[in-house]
């Protein structure tokens, strides 16, 4: 069973920056997608970056360029979301999903088709 687990969230001043982990662990395959995601108050929940394995070489995926990047550690299972220069709109949970046995790029999945779900981490940015 896949788990993951985020941290690193909290509440930050405009012009901060964090950066978000998500433990991943219990993967069958050894090729997956782990995707970032944000919901703010009111609003879809939104692809920021994500993760994919295909062919067994990691590649990443920014929907959103600029101040987000995703990075990973593949010893420890952690993938990183860096978030620069936040602004108060960056407010929201960011939580990170995964799915297991997928071989494509990872900017190929929907939201709807992740299967494992975080339970997020709230980010607050305050002027």
Known sequence: QVQLVESGGGLVQAGGSLRLSCAASGFV???YAIGWFRQAPGKERERLSCLGKPWGKI???????GRFAISSDP???IVYLQINDLQIDDTGVYSCAAVDDWGHQCSALK???YDYWG???QVTVSP
Do not use: K, L, P
């Open 29 to 31: 395959e050894d090729e």
């Open 75 to 77: 010893a420890s299972g």
């Open 59 to 65: 590649t990443y995926h920014n929907f959103m360029m």
């Open 119 to 121: 339970q997020g981490t």
């Open 111 to 113: 939201t709807t088709e």
